[in-house]
């Protein structure tokens, strides 16, 4: 035998010398949900270690994030039914929670990169990312009105990125060119490309209480047998102004990382969504694996097959380790 491949196995020193993908804080982002009563910390039953914070809380949980390294946040609004409507009318009310809270986090750390939602699910008391209509069909151009006005009293809020999440069809450029307009060029948008209708939601429907109150998100989230309907999604992204392409959920979808890094050369952002995150959980409750030796192992894998950037709920954990 001439060829060991073990002699290249045989030291951490040799094996780290030689290892090909490292996960970083700086590839983390990591996705917050942000609650109206500024004092209140609810931890979301179906996601140990997660909690739904007010303002206050939030600013200092960011805090804690910057000093460790993670630099970078996706800030989702649980908004309470009250306050939601057909249009997803409170989604672009400057004096909505969501918003103000936004521009003081951005005001207190303005050296952290923020992230925005872009979708109606939240603020819908239909529960869809769309404006539905009477019989329950969704209304795409009719959306993008509602989108850009969410997207442009986002970025009146200071923050640094929008990420459309909504899977509407021509969003990205309806988006960029109203942004443009109105003299936001400078907002980038982290697109969710290649989002997949997936049960892998769950736990994040909870955290949000955004579950839809009817139907499912089949005729605008991608059906998880197809992959090559990633690459129409990208192409279209690409040309409509898009700064990342994201993957969505990262695990279970790790050949269509692969695909877009291959054919892109744009940033992939991939995110490893609540379910990916609550079933690790659940097994290291249970004793049955190891939560953080599987949490790095996951975000390895994710890294390896071509993210750039990874959304994840372990972000902390992982900056903490
Ligand atoms: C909604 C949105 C969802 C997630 C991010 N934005 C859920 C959905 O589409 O129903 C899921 C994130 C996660 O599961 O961690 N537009």
Redesign the pocket.
Known sequence: MNIRPRRNRKSETIRSMIRETQVSNSDLIY?LFLLESPQASIEVASMPGIYRLGLNKMLLEIEQCLKLGIMSF?I?PVVEEKHKDKTATKSYDPKFFYLQALKKIKKEFPEACIIT??????YSSDGH?GLVDENGNILNDETLDILAKMALAQAETGIDII?P???MDGRVGYLREELDIHDFSDVSIMS?TA?Y??A??????D??D???KSGD?KTY?MDPANKREALIEADLDVEEGADFLMV??ALAYLDVIQLLKENYDLPIAA???????AMVCAAAEKGWLDKDAIMNEILLSIKRAGADVI?T?YAKDFARR
Do not use: I, T, W
């Open positions: 996705p996706d989702f939602d872009v979708a109606m699910d939240p990312d990420g999440s909504d899977m969710y989002k209708a997936s892998f939601y769950g736990p994040f429907r955290a949000l955004s579950a839809p998100k989230q969505k959920p995110y490893n969504v609540s379910g990916e995150y959304l709920y």
